[in-house]
């Protein structure tokens, strides 16, 4: 099931409110699991949007699965962020207005891998040296995770 895909049948590339769920993966060397995605090049956090009838953190365990490999033994909720800095128009066109349940897991398993489709890369980094070239829907919430550590 894809209820996005779904929904863009039916209202093209006008913004929509988009829900879904993202995770903070930290090894246990303290650093922070990103991936390149495919459809911008930039780094970012393993998510995505929530399908009917699940929760948020099935969403996250979910993304976190499909675009990595790994599978969260624990989710600690992080915050939810809305609002202007959420919003996200995609290089096809398709514009979404995020609300995004952020979690940080310590505690997972499996194997790194990208699925090749979303994902082209996937390295962990040193909190101090974090890429700049960061997804604009995922630096409000690396920003501020960054800034509860650092506090």
């Given at each position: 099931?894809n209820y996005?895909?779904?929904?863009?049948?039916?209202?093209?590339?006008r913004?929509?409110?988009?829900?879904?769920?993202?995770?903070i993966l930290?090894?246990d060397?303290?650093?922070?699991l990103?991936?390149?995605?495919?459809?911008n090049?930039?780094?970012?956090l393993?998510?995505?949007?929530?399908e009917?009838?699940?929760?948020?953190?099935?969403v996250?365990?979910?993304?976190?699965?499909?675009?990595?490999g790994?599978?969260?033994?624990e989710?600690?909720?992080?915050?939810?962020?809305?609002?202007?800095?959420?919003?996200?128009?995609y290089?096809h066109?398709?514009e979404?207005?995020?609300v995004?349940?952020?979690?940080?897991?310590k505690e997972?398993?499996g194997?790194i891998?990208?699925?090749?489709n979303?994902?082209?890369?996937?390295?962990?980094f040193?909190?101090n040296?974090i890429?700049?070239?960061?997804?604009?829907p995922?630096l409000?919430?690396?920003?501020r995770?960054?800034?509860?550590v650092r506090?």
């Amino acid at each position: 099931m894809n209820y996005i895909r779904e929904l863009r049948e039916l209202v093209g590339t006008r913004p929509i409110i988009m829900a879904g769920a993202c995770v903070i993966l930290i090894d246990d060397e303290g650093r922070l699991l990103l991936q390149q995605r495919t459809d911008n090049g930039l780094w970012g956090l393993p998510g995505g949007s929530m399908e009917p009838g699940e929760s948020m953190k099935e969403v996250a365990s979910r993304e976190l699965f499909e675009e990595v490999g790994l599978e969260a033994e624990e989710l600690e909720l992080l915050d939810i962020f809305s609002g202007p800095e959420l919003y996200y128009r995609y290089p096809h066109g398709d514009e979404v207005y995020n609300v995004v349940v952020a979690y940080i897991c310590k505690e997972y398993s499996g194997i790194i891998r990208g699925d090749g489709n979303e994902v082209q890369d996937v390295q962990f980094f040193d909190l101090n040296k974090i890429p700049n070239q960061i997804s604009p829907p995922d630096l409000p919430i690396i920003t501020r995770f960054l800034n509860e550590v650092r506090s």
